[in-house]
């Protein structure tokens, strides 16, 4: 089982949709989440972290489900320019061995 | 936010011959950094974590006599691809540590596109 793993997608939705994304994790000891952003052939930016009490950031939502090691990411009102790959990153270990585990991505086409 | 450079952003080389990147951070010193690898369609894979003034750490599978790391200062770290082969056409990326308020936060350069020919 992969450490991280998403829905590749494609997910095709119209502008000013909701879509959601899920991503599992394995390992149960994991201490941050987060969502990144990638644009294809640039640099992953930070979207969002993800907090045990779900946080939301304007049209963002995250929501963290450690029972089921699970994190998902709600986008609401979808623009155009939210196309992208979401990657869910995971960080297994605290102390200095502060590692990201990176997923797939899932990536996402707003159409007009 | 903080600002991490690459350089260069894109490069083509012959097969058999060796490329530097480098890596700064612009604003904020960072003791670590990181070195990722990206190919079309995968998932960044790291490569190496880099602590300012002590040899890397390579991840299991990155052979540490091909891709040489050098982390001389707190605001530049190198990656050298020794003896590049085709197979070695990647999306390499960086990313600085820097300390902020007890929390760690990573920042990304724009990331090194090589081809090899």
């Known amino acids: 089982r992969k450490e991280v793993e998403q829905d590749p997608g494609p997910f095709n939705v119209p502008e000013g949709a909701t879509v959601a994304f899920n991503c599992t994790y394995s390992?149960?000891?994991?201490?941050?989440f987060f969502w990144y952003r990638q644009d294809c052939r640039k640099e992953p930016k930070l979207l969002m972290s993800?907090?045990?009490?779900?946080n939301e950031d304007g049209r963002f939502t995250a929501q963290l489900n450690r029972a089921s090691q699970y994190i998902s990411l709600l986008i609401r009102d979808s623009k155009l320019s939210d196309s992208a790959t979401y990657l869910c990153?995971?960080?297994?270990?605290?102390?200095?061995?502060?590692?990201?585990?990176w997923g797939l991505g899932t990536s996402l086409a707003v159409n007009p | 936010g903080a600002v991490v450079s690459q350089h260069p952003s894109w490069v083509i080389c012959k097969s058999g011959t060796s490329v530097k990147i480098e890596c700064r951070s612009l604003?904020?010193?960072?003791?670590?950094m990181f070195w990722y690898r990206q190919f079309p369609k995968q998932s960044l894979m790291l490569m190496a974590t880099?602590?300012?003034?002590?040899?890397?750490?390579?991840e299991q599978g990155v052979e540490k006599d091909k891709f040489l790391i050098n982390h001389a200062s707190l605001t530049l770290s190198t990656l050298t691809v020794t003896s590049a082969h085709p197979e070695d056409s990647s999306f390499y990326i960086c990313?600085?540590?820097?300390?902020?308020?007890?929390?760690?936060?990573?920042?990304f350069g724009p990331g090194t596109r090589l081809t090899v020919t």
């Open positions: 880099s602590n300012e003034g002590s040899k890397a750490t390579y």
């Open positions: 390992n149960s000891a994991s201490q941050s």
């Open positions: 604003d904020f010193q960072a003791t670590t």
């Open positions: 990153v995971v960080r297994p270990y605290a102390g200095n061995n502060r590692k990201l585990i």
């Open positions: 993800v907090y045990s009490s779900g």
């Open positions: 990313s600085a540590r820097a300390v902020a308020g007890g929390t760690y936060e990573q920042y």
